[in-house]
């Protein structure tokens, strides 16, 4: 299948690879069963333990009165107990047929969970924003702070599925994501030109070294990393900005206008200022939200706010096709195309034009538009994942959503990963979305 897209220049590139599901020790720790793969049990209802099928047994799924999917088997042998009821949210997410590995019960990490801050004291307003202007408080249907940002609640999902509108399938890789914030808008050209000029030509702001993380976890030590707990058998974690990637931003008009049809970066501002910002790199893009008071979000965390959590939708807004008349998502170069085709800025919008295509808690353009970076690099997923992020072993950086160029299928569906860039590498098909503290 083809698992990643962009152009360069003006030669399209492609690359295909196959989804890779590896075998799977789950440790979750607070006495916990670790699920194996192996028959499957039979769901349970409304939050309620699954019959375990012949292994020993998985936990069920939870919802909030729902209909719980589970109990889900172990490895094959001997009859196996019953797996026990899911909690939270998304407290397992939904199952599927024999073979499946069973998603964590993710109750033991969602009941610990804090209050969020900003609902007991107030949201702090970014340094984008803190300036009114176009670009920064007029931001979708209701002109609101283009930093508006929203919570995803803790729960548990799977990190590979498929979804062709009837439902998720192939469920693989759980994962556990704690409480966060994610930005309900793209970063708009209004917000970058803030950083750009606090980043002054490369006098000015750059991050501090080891800032970024996502200091609400693990004790300030942020993410784990998939890849070191596996490899090395012991948990490393989140890095942090490396102060040697600040000769990595190159910040100017030319490099901001790195695709003279499509960028939307303008030397001063413009009509421009509420529009998707792109051409940014990976490390332009990851300096912003440290600036800005966030960090880009993990791979993990991204695809749980596009999928719908526990729900695993095949869009971010459901299993509704999305159309061509940009109600959903700004995709194929539709927008403003009246059938011409990709011809320059008609085809992005301005962020948050695409209302009905929110995701369950409210995000806009986690589908089309831009493309946005995430945290990890690009690496087979690592097992277990409670918090957890690739920061070694793979090439490229992961993006997520696909763009205005983008068809619907496979680039827009929540479960499509891509890997084509590096991190040194800007398109205007790629943008920025931040995420914050809970």
């Known amino acids: 299948m083809i698992s990643s897209v962009a152009t360069r220049g003006s030669r399209v590139v492609l690359r295909c690879a196959a989804l890779l599901c590896v075998p799977l020790v789950w440790t979750v720790g607070c006495g916990s069963p670790a699920p194996t793969r192996g028959q499957?049990?039979?769901s349970g209802t409304n939050g309620s333990a699954g019959v375990a099928g012949g292994g020993t047994g998985g936990q069920s799924g939870g919802s909030t009165g729902g209909t719980a999917s589970g109990g889900h088997a172990g490895s094959s042998g001997g009859g196996g107990s019953a797996g026990s009821a899911g909690s939270s949210d998304a407290g397992s997410a939904q199952g599927g047929g024999a073979g499946q590995v069973t998603a964590p019960d993710a109750g033991a990490v969602c009941s610990s969970e804090p209050a969020p801050s900003c609902a007991q004291n107030g949201c702090p307003v970014p340094p984008s924003c803190a300036s009114g202007g176009s670009g920064r408080t007029d931001c979708g249907a209701n002109k609101e702070s283009c930093c508006t940002t929203l919570e995803?609640?803790?729960?548990?999902?799977?990190?590979?599925?498929?979804?062709?509108?009837?439902?998720?399938m192939g469920q693989d890789d759980p994962a556990v994501v704690s409480n966060f914030r994610l930005d309900k808008y793209l970063v708009t050209v209004g917000r970058f030109r803030q950083f750009v000029q606090a980043w002054n030509g490369g006098s000015g702001y750059t991050p501090p070294s080891g800032s970024g993380k996502h200091t609400h976890?693990?004790?300030?030590?942020?993410?784990v990393n998939a890849a070191g707990s596996v490899d090395a058998g012991a948990p490393s974690y989140e890095p942090g900005?490396?102060?040697?990637?600040?000769?990595?931003?190159?910040?100017?008009?030319?490099?901001?206008?790195?695709?003279?049809?499509?960028?939307?970066?303008?030397?001063?501002?413009?009509?421009?200022?509420?529009?998707?910002?792109?051409?940014?790199?990976?490390?332009?893009?990851?300096?912003?939200?440290?600036?800005?008071?966030?960090f880009l979000p993990s791979e993990a965390e991204f695809e749980y706010a596009s999928a719908g959590g526990s729900q695993q939708r095949e869009y971010p807004w459901g299993e509704d096709d999305p159309g061509t008349s940009s109600a959903y998502a700004i995709f194929?170069?539709?927008h403003g195309a009246d059938g011409g085709g990709c011809t320059g800025l008609v085809n992005l919008a301005p962020v948050g034009t695409t209302k009905m295509g929110a995701g369950r808690w409210g995000h806009l353009d986690l589908a089309g538009e831009t493309s946005e970076w995430n945290l990890d690099v690009y690496a087979s997923f690592g097992d277990p994942c409670i918090d957890c992020a690739a920061f070694q072993g793979g090439s490229g950086r992961v993006n997520r959503g696909g763009s205005f160029r983008?068809?619907?299928?496979?680039?827009?569906?929540?479960?499509f990963r891509g890997d084509l860039l590096y991190a040194t590498d800007r398109t205007s098909s790629f943008g920025i979305r931040c995420a914050r503290t809970p």
């Open 217 to 223: 976890l693990n004790g300030g030590k942020g993410l």
């Open 152 to 168: 995803v609640p803790c729960g548990a999902y799977y990190r590979t599925y498929s979804n062709d509108g009837t439902g998720p």
């Open 40 to 42: 499957a049990g039979q």
């Open 406 to 415: 983008s068809s619907a299928s496979p680039y827009l569906q929540s479960f």
């Open 332 to 334: 194929g170069c539709d």
């Open 241 to 294: 900005w490396v102060t040697s990637n600040n000769s990595n931003l190159m910040l100017t008009n030319q490099n901001l206008a790195c695709d003279p049809t499509y960028a939307t970066w303008t030397k001063t501002a413009g009509s421009n200022e509420d529009f998707p910002i792109n051409c940014v790199n990976w490390y332009e893009a990851y300096a912003f939200c440290i600036w800005d008071g966030g």
